[in-house]
């Protein structure tokens, strides 16, 4: 038997929600210090549609009534306010990836990192998280496709990377994935700079068999339905 067709009002209403989780993952970011004012963006794909936030307004500020979307060329089909300036960054991701909610940060201890390595050394496990060793994406202005196309080649095989002296980038299935993503992201370069900071000292790195090892031991972690 075939299912029932969802009504137009249900459509409207799973936007809506959708809306307000990422509206709540936007001030996740600004209460738990990933991003100061209006920096960083958050996003979620539904279909062909892409939430985002909108460019400048702040986070605490944002109603029911300012949501925003694109399609996945960028034409804006909700909302009266423009888009986020890197949304391409976020198309890019949705048009290569089965991505559905992509964070992008200005994390201090990211930001620091991606100003002295070519890529995270791999000090922690949860490396494996993210696909494996976190590279750092080379420079180019905000914005800009330049950017959008550094990113997407530090992304492969990767569900997160750095942007060389601008912040972090991440994508999931769900906003929460992505949010924790940024989060252990976050921590690792923390960790990293900590350990690394020792007068005398070298961290000790994880192998890649032990990044993998671990890869294959986080498929089964938490709780099985």
């Given at each position: 038997?075939?299912?029932?067709?969802?009504?137009?009002?249900?459509?409207?209403?799973?936007?809506?929600?959708?809306?307000?989780?990422?509206?709540?993952?936007?001030?996740?970011?600004?209460?738990?210090?990933?991003v100061a004012?209006?920096?960083?963006?958050?996003?979620?794909?539904?279909g062909d549609l892409v939430l985002v936030t909108?460019?400048?307004?702040?986070?605490?500020?944002?109603?029911?009534?300012?949501?925003?979307?694109?399609?996945?060329?960028?034409?804006?089909?909700?909302g009266t306010l423009v888009p986020t300036s890197e949304l391409p960054m976020h198309l890019a991701v949705y048009r290569t990836t089965d991505a559905r909610a992509v964070v992008h940060t200005h994390a201090v201890h990211a930001t620091a990192v991606s100003t002295l390595v070519p890529e995270l050394p791999p000090v922690h496990y949860m490396a494996a998280a993210l696909g494996g060793p976190v590279r750092v994406a080379p420079y180019a202005a905000y914005g800009t496709g330049e950017l959008a196309e550094n990113m997407l080649r530090?992304?492969?095989?990767?569900?997160?990377?750095?942007?060389?002296?601008?912040?972090?980038?991440?994508?999931g299935a769900t906003?929460?994935?992505a949010y924790d993503r940024t989060a252990?992201?976050?921590?690792?370069?923390?960790?990293?700079?900590?350990?690394?900071?020792?007068?005398?000292?070298?961290?000790?790195?994880?192998?890649?068999?032990?990044?993998?090892?671990?890869?294959?031991r986080l498929k089964g972690y938490g709780q099985r339905r």
């Open positions: 038997m075939a299912e029932p067709r969802r009504s137009t009002a249900d459509g409207r209403q799973d936007v809506a929600r959708l809306w307000a989780d990422l509206v709540d993952t936007a001030r996740r970011t600004v209460a738990e210090g990933l004012g209006t920096s960083g963006n958050v996003s979620a794909r539904t909108p460019s400048g307004v702040p986070y605490d500020r944002l109603t029911p009534a300012d949501l925003t979307g694109v399609d996945l060329t960028g034409r804006q089909v909700l530090a992304l492969t095989g990767r569900t997160g990377c750095l942007l060389q002296n601008h912040g972090t980038i991440t994508y906003l929460d994935q252990q992201l976050e921590w690792m370069c923390r960790l990293w700079l900590t350990a690394s900071s020792v007068p005398g000292l070298t961290p000790t790195l994880l192998t890649e068999a032990q990044v993998t090892e671990a890869g294959e």
